[in-house]
């Protein structure tokens, strides 16, 4: 799943691409590289970030939907909007990735339903604006999981069949360094729900904590490790903004494991 970001404020590649033309070539660039999906995001998800108006959002985002689809990429909209959601998947989008898991907009996963469509449910303590401050969990694993096979029964309750839908730990998304690591340690369990589970390490944070601050750019070698990591204990859905390497990297893990 490669990362196509229509934001100024992203923790990483922000303002790069805000202009319809120069993000959708980006998004071809990242499907050329061998993504799968791209996915598609008007809103920053980064600790702190502030919501982006409705109008604004549909203004960055459906332009560069438009343009993927019509060149038969497989399109992801990213945002907790119904009504953003709505127009993207009118204009050609076919997953839609809620980072609120529906909590935010919960007529979201009827949507869905009614749409046919694919869906991602990712756990965040809060909002963005509150998730990392202090962050605590008794056991993170136990309660990720516990949050994700209630939000996948909502789902399934709310009419998505559950072969439609993924499930993201929420990696960075109101956790320490420990509690993303510990995830990673024990991401089986979250794989052993039984859904598809999508892992988001890229350029994080607690990458470059662990590599003696590194900055976003300089985050590569913690992604590709992530990633294989996460490749190993079960992931299916790798979301990454240099696809190129991760790719290969994956591949090369994925000759080695037995299933």
Request: proline share 6%; charged share 25%; hydrophobic share 45%.
């Amino acid at each position: 799943m490669g990362i196509v970001n229509v934001t100024p404020d992203s923790f990483s590649d922000a303002g790069l691409f805000l202009e319809p033309d120069a993000a959708a070539e980006h998004g071809v660039a990242l499907a050329n590289q061998g993504a799968a999906i791209l996915d598609v995001g008007g809103e920053s998800t980064r600790p702190g970030a502030a919501p982006v108006p409705e109008e604004e959002e549909l203004r960055r985002v459906l332009p560069v939907v438009e343009r993927l689809a019509a060149l038969d990429h497989v399109v992801s909209i990213d945002t907790t909007k119904v009504a953003v959601a709505r127009r993207a998947l009118d204009a050609g989008a076919t997953i839609v990735n809620d980072v609120s898991a529906f909590r935010f907009e919960p007529a979201m996963a009827g949507l869905v339903a009614e749409r046919g469509a694919r869906c991602c449910v990712m756990h965040m303590l809060g909002d963005p604006r509150t998730m990392q401050e202090n962050p605590r969990y008794e056991d993170v694993v136990s309660e990720v999981k516990s949050f994700l096979e209630e939000r996948l029964r909502f789902a399934v309750d709310e009419g998505i069949p559950e072969e439609r839908v993924w499930l993201d730990p929420g990696i960075g998304f109101g956790k320490t360094v420990e509690h993303n690591l510990e995830l990673l340690r024990r991401l089986d369990e979250i794989v052993a729900i039984g859904r598809p589970v999508v892992i988001g390490t890229s350029r994080k944070s607690f990458l470059g904590k662990l590599t003696g601050g590194k900055p976003e750019s300089k985050r590569l070698p913690g992604t590709i490790a992530t990633n294989v990591l996460a490749l190993e204990r079960g992931a299916s859905v790798f979301r990454v903004h240099d696809v190129a390497p991760v790719l290969d990297a994956l591949r090369i893990a994925a000759a080695t494991v037995t299933r």
